[in-house]
């Protein structure tokens, strides 16, 4: 037998938690990838937080997904999956991430 799981359950599932922000992540959002953080393994950790907009979300497993980010500034794209914006990753502490309040 199937055990009940409550719909705000189900939605909480799906949600990043981030320093000052418990919510889903949209296309179109504003996140800021904080200093230390590796964006890219050319350019190292990041010598500064760095604000970036959302501009897809691709979903990849149960509660996996990849964000796809890019900065408006020098126009360069990364990608991040949710589970390492967290504060840990593989039983390893990473600097979390937040979002931008409007």
Same mark, same amino acid.
């Given at each position: 037998?199937?055990? /009940?799981? +409550? !719909?705000?359950?189900?939605?909480?599932? *799906?949600?990043? #938690?981030?320093? @000052?922000?418990?919510?889903?992540?949209?296309?179109?959002?504003?996140?800021?990838?904080?200093?230390?953080?590796?964006?890219?393994?050319?350019?190292?950790?990041? /010598?500064? +937080? !760095?604000?970036?907009?959302?501009?897809? *979300?691709?979903? #990849?497993?149960i @509660?996996?997904?990849?964000?796809?980010l890019?900065?408006?500034?020098?126009?360069?794209?990364?990608?991040?999956?949710?589970?390492?914006?967290?504060?840990?990753?593989?039983?390893?502490?990473?600097?979390?991430?937040?979002?931008?309040?409007?």
């Open positions: 037998m199937r055990a /009940k799981i +409550s !719909l705000r359950e189900l939605l909480h599932e *799906i949600f990043i #938690k981030l320093s @000052n922000y418990e919510g889903q992540i949209l296309k179109g959002d504003w996140v800021r990838a904080p200093k230390g953080f590796v964006l890219s393994k050319k350019d190292g950790p990041l /010598k500064h +937080s !760095l604000l970036l907009k959302v501009y897809k *979300i691709s979903r #990849k497993g @509660n996996k997904y990849k964000l796809f890019e900065d408006p500034v020098t126009k360069r794209r990364y990608r991040v999956f949710n589970y390492m914006m967290d504060g840990e990753y593989r039983g390893e502490k990473i600097p979390q991430w937040s979002k931008r309040l409007s």
